[in-house]
């Protein structure tokens, strides 16, 4: 098994392309779930995941309500800004799934709410105006940590 990176109606091909990478170097598994901003045959996700893509264990869905009666069986946790712990809190599992929102608005604020206890976040500053970290950024950290927590399974 592996971690589950899950980006819903992603906007921005370049930070598809670097989340693919990661996904391929840390043998995790990269879901998109429709609309896509763009096409994954788009030259520049292919140029932002290099040569990565052969090693991409991707599946592709065509809405949330799709991916979710998929996957209804699987621990998930949604990443978000409104989320009510931090990232570090969770205990995470060999096959969990972490769902990250479009860039411009995050994930749907009713599904959330829906979710609260599933909704983990990443400390930021209060002082700053920025309302999140970059896309690709906050799954590597999040990915990382959950690797962590496992040991860094399949990776040397």
């Not at 971690?3 to 043998?27: Q, S, Y």
């Not at 090693?55 to 991916?67: G, M, N, R, T």
């Not at 990443?79 to 712990?85: F, I, L, P, R, S």
Request: glycine share 6%; net charge neutral.
């Amino acid at each position: 098994m592996a971690i589950h990176i899950v980006l819903v109606e992603p906007e921005i091909p370049p930070n598809t392309g670097n989340i693919a990478r990661t996904c391929a170097a840390t043998n995790s598994v990269l879901h998109l779930v429709k609309p896509l901003g763009f096409n994954i045959d788009d030259k520049a996700v292919r140029r932002a995941g290099l040569d990565y893509w052969p090693y991409v264990k991707l599946h592709v869905h065509e809405s949330l309500e799709d991916f979710l009666a998929e996957n209804k069986e699987r621990r998930m946790f949604l990443a978000t800004t409104k989320g009510g712990k931090s990232y570090t809190d969770v205990e995470y599992q060999d096959g969990d799934m972490i769902l990250f929102g479009r860039e411009t608005k995050g994930l749907p604020k009713e599904f959330i709410s829906d979710n609260e206890k599933k909704a983990v976040r990443i400390p930021m500053s209060e002082n700053t105006k920025l309302r999140s970290l970059n896309l690709s950024n906050c799954a590597n950290i999040i990915l990382f940590e959950a690797l962590r927590q496992l040991g860094f399974p399949y990776l040397t």
